[in-house]
C-alpha cells in the first residue's frame, strides 16, 4: 500500500493550489477517501472526505466554500482543489483511507505567507 502526495508549495493569502494523491497498492475505488494536515505544533487534523462514488463529501468547518475534494477512480487518485488559502492553511497535507487508514504517505507542504 502507497500514497503519495504532490502539488504543495508556497502561495500568498487569497490564492490556490490543487494537490494530488497517488494511491497504490490496494483497490482505490472501495474506499472512502479523506485529506488531513498537520500544522506545526499540533495534531493531525481532519480536512475533507469523498464517498467511493464520489457522491458524497464533507469538509472541515474550517475550509468549507474554499476547498474541494475530488477523486479519479480511473486514475487511484484523490484530489483537493484549495481557494482563498490562509495563513492558518500552512500545514503539512496527507491523504488516506478515512474508515481503514494505512500508513502515511511523507505529505505535502502547503505554506501560505505575504
Known amino acids: 500500500v502507497r500514497l503519495v502526495e504532490s502539488g504543495g508549495g508556497s502561495v500568498q493569502p487569497g490564492g490556490s493550489l490543487r494537490l494530488s494523491c497517488a494511491a497504490s497498492g490496494f483497490t482505490f475505488s472501495n474506499y472512502v477517501m479523506s485529506w488531513y494536515r498537520q500544522a506545526p505544533g499540533k495534531e493531525r487534523e481532519f480536512v475533507a472526505g469523498?464517498?467511493?462514488?464520489?457522491?458524497?463529501?464533507n469538509y472541515a468547518d474550517s475550509v468549507k466554500g474554499r476547498f474541494t475534494i475530488s477523486r479519479d477512480n480511473a486514475k487511484n487518485t484523490v484530489y483537493l482543489q484549495m481557494n482563498s488559502l490562509k495563513p492558518e492553511d500552512t500545514a503539512v497535507y496527507y491523504c488516506n483511507r478515512q474508515y481503514y487508514p494505512t500508513s502515511w504517505g511523507q505529505g505535502t507542504q502547503v505554506t501560505v505567507s505575504s
Open positions: 469523498i464517498s467511493t462514488r464520489s457522491a458524497n463529501t
